[in-house]
C-alpha cells in the first residue's frame, strides 16, 4: 500500500504516518513543516507539488488544514486557500493521478451552533445532526466536506468523510471524562485513518470513543450525569474515584460513533479507563 499523509508534521497526521509505516505501507508525508514523518516539505495548496507527490500513490489520506486555534490569528483568507482551495486540488489530482481511496479528516466542531442544546437538555450528536459553523475554521471544513462528497465518485475503492472529535492533550481527568461523552485519544484517531484507508467504504462518519451511555438518559445526563453513573456504571465511578477525579455533574452533548462501528468497521481501542 503507497498513500499519502497530508499534514504529516502535525500530531495527528504524524501518528498516522507511524501507523501505516508499522503496517508494512509505503508512507509518504507532506507538510510544509519539517519532521522526522514528513517526506516532502510543501504548501498542501501547491498544485506542482501535489502533483509530484501523488505520482503512484495508491490512497491520500488529507489531514493537513488551518485550525480552530488559529481563528483570528491568521486571515480567513489564507483558511479559504488552505482548507478549501487546498482540498479541491488534492481532489482533482488526486482522481487524475489514478488514486483508489480518499480520506479527509474533518471536524465535531462544524456542528457548531447545533453543539447548545436546549435548556436543560443535551445534544445527541451523530451523522445527521445539522452542521451550523460558528466561525471561518468550520465554515471550511465544512466547504471542504461538500467539495469531497461531490468528487467521490472519482475514486474507485471510495472516499470517506471522518469528523474526528476532541482529541487534545489535557490533563488525565478531563481525558477520561471526555471520552465517556465526546473524546478520543489521539492514538485512536490515527487508527481510525489507517483503518478507514484499507476498507472501500464510503461516507461520512462520526469519530469518537464509543459512549456507555444510551440516548434514552439524555434528559437524565443533562440533569445529573453524575448520579446517572454512580448508579448505572459503578465501574466508571469507582475508577474516578481511586484517582480523584471529578464525575462530570451534567453533559450537554454525546457523541454516537455507532455508524462509524457498524458501517465502517472501526471501534476505538482506548476509552475513559485508558488516558
Known amino acids: 500500500m503507497r498513500i499519502l499523509v497530508t499534514g504529516s508534521s502535525g500530531p495527528l497526521g504524524a501518528a498516522i504516518v507511524r501507523q501505516g509505516r508499522a503496517r508494512g505501507w509505503r508512507v509518504r508525508g ?3 513543516r519539517v519532521a522526522a514523518t514528513t517526506d516532502v516539505q510543501a504548501d498542501v495548496a501547491d498544485a506542482d507539488a501535489l502533483a509530484r507527490a501523488l505520482e503512484g500513490q495508491d ?5 493537513a488544514a488551518l485550525h480552530a486555534p488559529q481563528v483570528g490569528q491568521v486571515p480567513d483568507a489564507d483558511f479559504h486557500r488552505v482548507n478549501v482551495q487546498g482540498t479541491a486540488t488534492l481532489l482533482r489530482l488526486a482522481a487524475e493521478a489514478g488514486v483508489g481511496r480518499f480520506i479527509y479528516t474533518s471536524t465535531t466542531s462544524l456542528y457548531g451552533h447545533s453543539l447548545v442544546p436546549p435548556a436543560g437538555g443535551l445534544v445527541w450528536v451523530d451523522e445527521d445532526t ?5 466561525d471561518i475554521y468550520d465554515a471550511t471544513k465544512r466547504a471542504a466536506e461538500d467539495l469531497c462528497a461531490d468528487a467521490a465518485s472519482g475514486f474507485a475503492r471510495g472516499l470517506a468523510i471522518l469528523r474526528i472529535a476532541r482529541c487534545f492533550r489535557e490533563p488525565a481527568g478531563v481525558r477520561a471524562a471526555h471520552r465517556l461523552h465526546r473524546g478520543l485519544a489521539m492514538a485512536d484517531a490515527a487508527a481510525a485513518h489507517v483503518h478507514a484507508v484499507s476498507v472501500a467504504v464510503s461516507g461520512t462518519f462520526v469519530i469518537s470513543a464509543l459512549t ?3 440516548r434514552e438518559e439524555a434528559a437524565a445526563l443533562a440533569m445529573d450525569a453524575a448520579g446517572l453513573i454512580r448508579a448505572r456504571l459503578p465501574r466508571v465511578a469507582a475508577l474516578f474515584d481511586r484517582r480523584g477525579w471529578a464525575l462530570p455533574a451534567r453533559l450537554d452533548r454525546v457523541y454516537d460513533a455507532t455508524r462509524a462501528a457498524t458501517e465502517l468497521g472501526f471501534r476505538p481501542r482506548l476509552d475513559f479507563a485508558h488516558w
Not at 490512497?59 to 489531514?63: S, T
Not at 445539522?130 to 460558528?134: E, H, L, T, V
Open 59 to 63: 490512497a491520500v489520506i488529507h489531514v
Open 30 to 32: 507532506l507538510d510544509i
Open 130 to 134: 445539522p452542521a451550523r459553523p460558528r
Open 212 to 214: 456507555p451511555f444510551r
